[in-house]
């Protein structure tokens, strides 16, 4: 079955600047991949998907790039700020099959 | 106010008893989920059901159990015979026009005394 690594673990950016956490997968037949975004206590919130047949995708301040002959696929936050402190979780499925989710990465954004 | 409702959001239970964690959808969504969530570890799948009448294990079975008697309910039992049960509980729905895009409840955090 699919595998999704996630990482780094923890990320501290100061405000104002990128963030980036990357994800590998390794279900070739995976081709969806979003990415969730949970606050403390709060239930996981979509923030930005992408589908297979694109290579980036954008929407404002985050984006997310995947390169499927490399299996990996990362999410990038610029002009990081003190709301984006969350936890942030990559996943993938190939549609038919339920999403498997990363690990989680910890992002806190320092005023 | 379409969405998922679950409940209850905090519940104890003594160790030997089983407990049922509620998972409604007003969405009309065919796929509905399960995920246990432990600190460190992400979302780990339980049981999910793409169709009335039917449910698949996920990764992390054993000691639960589920029914999908209604499109828009998919109760999770958690049973005696599940080891570490304390932990946060997401239900999920996906529409089939989306398929993979999850849209989660509020969660229900178990603690088991």
């Known amino acids: 079955g699919e595998n999704v690594e996630q990482h780094p673990s923890t990320l501290s950016v100061q405000e104002g600047d990128s963030a980036v956490i990357k994800c590998t997968y390794s279900d070739s037949a995976s081709n969806y991949f979003p990415w969730y975004k949970q606050e403390l206590g709060k239930r996981p919130q979509l923030i930005i998907d992408i589908r297979s047949n694109v290579g980036e995708k954008k929407d404002q301040r985050i984006a997310v790039t995947l390169n499927k002959t490399a299996k990996h696929f990362s999410l990038h936050i610029t002009e990081t700020q003190p709301e984006d402190s969350a936890v942030y979780f990559c996943?993938?499925?190939?549609?038919?099959?339920?999403?498997?989710f990363g690990k989680g990465t910890r992002l806190s954004v320092i005023a | 106010d379409g969405g998922i409702t679950q409940s209850p959001k905090y519940l104890f239970r003594k160790e030997g008893q089983n407990v049922t964690l509620s998972c409604e959808q007003n969405l009309n969504h065919d796929a509905m989920y399960w995920y246990r969530q432990d600190p460190g570890q992400g979302l780990r799948l339980i049981y999910y059901?793409?169709?009335?009448?039917?449910?698949q294990k996920g990764d992390i079975a054993e000691g639960y159990s589920v029914s999908r008697e209604k499109k828009e309910s998919f109760p999770l039992t958690v049973t005696s015979a599940q080891k570490n049960p304390t932990a946060f509980y997401l239900c999920?729905?996906?529409?089939?026009?989306?398929?993979?895009?999850?849209?989660f409840g509020e969660g229900s955090r178990l603690t088991v005394l």
């Open positions: 996943a993938a499925s190939s549609g038919n099959t339920p999403l498997v």
């Open positions: 999920a729905s996906s529409p089939p026009v989306r398929a993979g895009e999850l849209f």
């Open positions: 059901s793409q169709i009335v009448n039917d449910f």
